[in-house]
């Protein structure tokens, strides 16, 4: 059972755009959602995280928005770029005993930024 | 450049060959992750080990055998692959214990091809 959910599965923006991706989790227990960014050919970076006792966290062109009632959380992209471009991930994990270590991965949106 | 470091890049070999997959990381971290993942999908967590001792195993099949000399390492130990286990392999590492909230840091992995 995926137990976070990620839409899109594809993007495409154009440069300058807005970049929009939605996940929603269904185990209350999660308190950290993270997302990472992984190009081609190379491993997932982190790009931007949150906890739930915030509703926005924002770096640079990159914002998180959380809604803890919806158990809802996204990812922003202002002024998208071509460099942008990749597959972004955003996962979830819970912060009790042994279930800190695991992060449950959504299943990814391949954004493409169009120059 | 990423702060885990993974050898080889590239690995192919036969479903007969006993190889090994390094991860090595020199930011203190005392959890070390092995993670599976296949083309256009979210990395599936396989091992954790927390403080040189495995914590936890995701019911990996025997062929894959993990081990963490010390605290800075972490290897995987390889025999008798099925060509489903083509994948790229990734190594990530974080601290351990406390609130949730230390992130994952990942390698930029092994692409093995099992031939």
């Known amino acids: 059972q995926q137990q976070v959910k990620q839409s899109p599965q594809s993007l495409i923006v154009q440069k300058g755009g807005i970049s929009i991706i939605n996940c929603a989790y269904e185990n209350t227990a999660f308190d950290y959602f993270p997302w990472y960014q992984q190009f081609p050919g190379k491993g997932p970076a982190l790009l931007i995280a949150?906890?739930?006792?915030?509703s926005e966290k924002k770096e640079g062109r990159f914002t998180i928005s959380f809604n803890k009632s919806a158990k809802q959380f996204s990812l922003h992209i202002m002024d998208s770029q071509p460099g942008d471009s990749a597959t972004y991930f955003c996962a979830a994990r819970g912060s009790s005993g042994g279930s800190n270590y695991k992060l449950t991965f959504g299943k990814g949106t391949l954004l493409t930024v169009n120059p | 450049d990423t702060e885990v470091t993974q050898t080889p890049k590239h690995l192919v070999m036969g479903m007969t060959n006993k190889k090994s997959l390094k991860c090595e990381q020199h930011?203190?971290?005392?959890?070390m992750y092995w993670y599976k993942q296949k083309a256009k999908k979210p990395p599936e967590l396989m091992f954790v080990?927390?403080?040189?001792?495995?914590?936890i195993n995701e019911s990996v099949p025997s062929r894959f055998s993990p081990e963490c000399p010390n605290s800075s390492l972490l290897n995987l130990h390889l025999h008798a692959l099925q060509p489903e286990d083509s994948a790229l392999y990734l190594c990530?590492?974080?601290?351990?214990?406390?609130?949730?909230?230390?992130?994952?840091?990942f390698g930029d992995g092994t692409r093995l091809s099992i031939l």
């Open positions: 930011m203190g971290h005392r959890a």
């Open positions: 949150i906890r739930p006792d915030v």
């Open positions: 990530a590492s974080s601290q351990w214990g406390g609130i949730g909230n230390q992130p994952q840091h």
């Open positions: 080990y927390s403080y040189e001792k495995l914590s």
